[in-house]
């Protein structure tokens, strides 16, 4: 099941990908996500061209990197395509690997200005932008979009087709529409349909892919090349080796200990203050520690204290006492008692009856461009 990647001259080590998450796949999160291992590609959040071709201190510091962080994808969103065609010299010149367009993306500030998701409306007009953007750089371009506007307007078989021909390395799919957001369910039909559309290039699914389970349903369902992975990874960092584990045995690893995940948190929240001071570092963390937590069992104490994160120091303090609160919970084992411990991760997909909780769409794409 485990397949050789190549998007176009550039070979994946795994056909596993770190989908773009607005304010969420920053540099501290993608190195932690490559030190555990699996993943083949990760994209940077949606950047807008305009604001990297005017230096804005946010755009630069959505494409920050560093040679431990590689193959790296920059996506860029925008609907001028100079804008577009210059934005992507400039992230040549940085010395990233590939550059993702964005056609995905249903916030409505995006495609209000004719980015994102509304890209998908007008194939005469993007063709000609994504062109512009081949033709201008040396690296592989992919694009990342949704099956359609609406369930009436599915327009991505014929749009991936046509990208194809304008010389896009590979394609990225939501299988969601724009209408849907991150609402209901995946349509791994829908993915397959682009899959049947192009010739060669490859096609890689998205949605929805919380479990190995999952990613191997898609792959097998959807005939695509690779998984990309978004949400999925926040709820759990260790998907990508699992999942590459689970594709190549067909075995299932065991769950990361508590001490391993406070151990990776500890790394993650190291180089969130490493990279954007303790101040603004604790505080972006604040949103980040919950997703850790919703595998600790009983944590609604921890979560409560470190919406209030204010320090490394602080943190510390933070775990000490909810250690010592979890106590109350656990057998003479020292584990968890079998009524408080997560429900086992064997969902396929997001769905009413499954036994993973609901996982939250993170808001974005950033607060200001």
């Known amino acids: 099941m485990t397949r050789v990647l190549r998007i176009g001259s550039l070979p994946l080590a795994t056909n596993l990908c770190l989908a773009p998450l607005a304010g969420y796949t920053n540099l501290p999160f993608r190195l932690t996500i490559r030190e555990i291992g699996g993943v083949g590609l990760c994209t940077t959040d949606l950047v807008n061209a305009r604001s ?26 925008g609907a001028v395509p100079e804008e577009m065609r ?71 078989p014929d749009l991936a087709r046509a990208l194809e021909d304008c010389g896009v390395a590979a394609v990225f799919v939501h299988g969601r529409t724009r209408a849907q957001g991150f609402g ?63 594709l190549a045995t067909g075995e299932l690893l065991p769950e990361p200990s508590l001490d391993e995940r406070l151990r990776v948190m500890r790394r993650h929240l190291d180089r969130m203050i490493e990279i954007f001071g303790e101040t603004h570092g604790c505080r972006m963390f604040r949103k980040i520690a919950p997703w850790y937590a919703r595998r600790f069992g009983p944590a609604h ?29 656990l057998d003479e084992h020292g584990q968890l008692k079998p009524k408080y411990r997560p429900p086992p991760m064997t969902a396929s997909f997001m769905a009413p009856d499954s036994p993973l909780p609901a996982i939250p769409v993170p808001k974005g794409p950033v607060e200001r461009w």
């Not at 946010?58 to 040679?67: D, M, R």
């Not at 962080?69 to 860029?76: E, I, K, R």
């Not at 104490?301 to 909810?322: D, G, K």
């Open 184 to 246: 209901g369910t995946v349509n791994l039909a829908g993915i397959r349909q682009v899959v049947q559309a192009v010739r060669h290039i490859p096609v890689i699914g998205n949605g929805d892919v919380t479990t190995p389970q999952a990613a191997k349903m898609m792959l097998e369902v959807t005939g695509c090349a690779g998984i990309s992975i978004g949400r999925g990874a926040f709820y759990d960092p260790w998907i990508f080796q699992h999942t590459l584990h689970f």
């Open 301 to 329: 104490e921890f979560t409560r204290r470190v919406a209030l994160l204010q320090s490394r120091a602080h943190f510390e303090e933070i775990v000490a006492h909810y250690l010592l609160w979890r106590q109350q919970f």
């Open 86 to 156: 210059e934005a992507a010299q400039l992230v040549e010149s940085l010395g990233i690997a590939a550059i993702d367009i964005n056609m995905g993306c249903p916030a409505r500030k995006v495609c209000r200005v004719g980015g994102g998701a509304a890209m998908m409306a007008d194939l005469n007009k993007t063709t000609a932008l994504v062109r512009q953007v081949v033709a201008a750089v040396k690296l592989p371009v992919t694009v990342k979009m949704r099956l359609g506007w609406d369930d009436d307007n599915i327009t991505a």
């Open 52 to 77: 990297l071709l005017e230096r804005r201190a946010k755009a630069i510091k959505l494409v920050e990197t560093c040679p431990a962080d590689s193959p790296l994808a920059v996506q860029l969103f």
